[in-house]
C-alpha cells in the first residue's frame, strides 16, 4: 500500500465542494473518477479541508492510499492529473507514512478576495464586487475581536444536533490592499468551520457599513444565541484555501 500526499489546485465555482456526493459534481469526486480511470479500480482519498461549494484552493491538501506501487511516481500522477477537468490540478505529491494523519495540520490560511474597483472580467469568479471604495484600515480594526479564542457557534454553518466543536482559536486575521488594487481578507488557524469565513468576513463588512455595530458583534461573539446563526454570509467565490502547513 502507498500512502500519497498530493496538493491539489481548482476552480471551485462550478462544483457543489470538495466532499463526494450523489448526482452532483465535487472536486472529490473528479479526482477519484480519474484514479478510477487510470487504475481501473476504487481508490480511497481523504481531503484536509472540506471546502464548500464555489469555493477554491490553490493548496488543498490529499492523502491517497494506493494499493499497488507505480512504476514511476511522478508520471503516475501526471497521468491522474491530465486525466482531470482542466479547473483541477494536481500541483505535487510526496510519498507519506502509512499512519500519516492528513486532517491533523498545523496551520490552514483561507483568502477571501473582494473587488471595490472596477469590474474585472477575467477573475470575477474569484472575488465578491462591491461598489464602494473600502478603508482596508477600518475593515482590519473590526476584524480583530475574532482573533483569538473564541465560542464561532453563532458564526458558523454547525446545525443543531451536530458533534462539532465551535470553540475555536483563530490565530491571525489581517486585511490588506494588493499591488492589484483588490482587498483581501487573510484567516489564519488550525481549522474553521462550515461557513465560518464567509460569514466572519460578511459581518465585517456589514460592521463596516453600520448594519450591525461593532457592540453586538461582541456580544453575538461572547454569548452565541441559541439555535441561531447570523443572516450575513459572504458569496462562496471569493474564498480560496491558501495554505496547509503540518
Not at 85 to 93: A, Q, R, S
Not at 117 to 145: A, C, G, M, P, W
Request: net charge positive.
Amino acid at each position: 500500500m502507498l500512502s500519497l500526499l498530493l496538493t491539489l489546485e481548482y476552480d471551485g465555482y462550478d462544483y457543489s465542494g470538495w466532499v463526494k456526493q450523489k448526482n452532483v459534481k465535487t472536486i472529490q469526486g473528479e479526482l477519484e473518477k480519474a484514479f478510477f480511470r487510470v487504475c481501473q479500480q476504487a481508490i480511497w482519498t481523504l481531503g484536509a479541508s472540506k471546502t464548500d461549494a464555489g469555493v477554491h484552493a490553490c493548496d488543498q491538501k490529499v492523502l491517497v492510499k494506493i494499493p499497488f506501487q507505480p512504476r514511476n511516481n511522478a508520471f503516475f500522477i501526471k497521468t491522474i492529473s491530465k486525466s482531470l477537468p482542466p479547473n483541477i490540478n494536481i500541483k505535487g505529491y510526496q510519498v507519506v507514512a502509512s499512519d500519516f494523519s492528513v486532517r491533523m495540520t498545523k496551520i490552514k490560511e483561507y483568502v477571501y478576495t473582494i473587488n471595490d474597483n472596477t469590474y474585472d472580467l477575467f477573475n470575477h469568479r474569484y472575488e465578491l464586487k462591491v461598489d464602494k471604495l473600502l478603508n482596508v484600515k477600518k475593515l482590519h480594526q473590526i476584524s480583530q475581536i475574532f482573533v483569538g479564542e473564541h465560542n464561532f457557534a453563532y458564526f458558523s454553518g454547525v446545525k443543531e444536533g451536530e458533534e462539532i466543536a465551535t470553540h475555536r482559536t483563530i490565530t491571525k486575521i489581517y486585511v490588506k490592499r494588493t499591488k492589484t488594487k483588490k482587498v483581501e481578507f487573510h484567516f489564519i488557524a488550525k481549522g474553521f468551520i462550515r461557513y465560518q469565513i464567509r460569514m466572519l468576513t460578511q459581518n465585517i463588512l456589514a460592521c463596516y457599513w453600520n448594519k450591525i455595530s461593532l457592540e453586538q458583534l461582541q456580544k453575538d461573539l461572547n454569548y452565541p444565541p441559541v439555535g441561531k446563526t447570523t443572516k450575513y454570509c459572504a458569496k462562496p467565490y471569493g474564498l480560496c484555501l491558501k495554505k496547509i502547513k503540518y
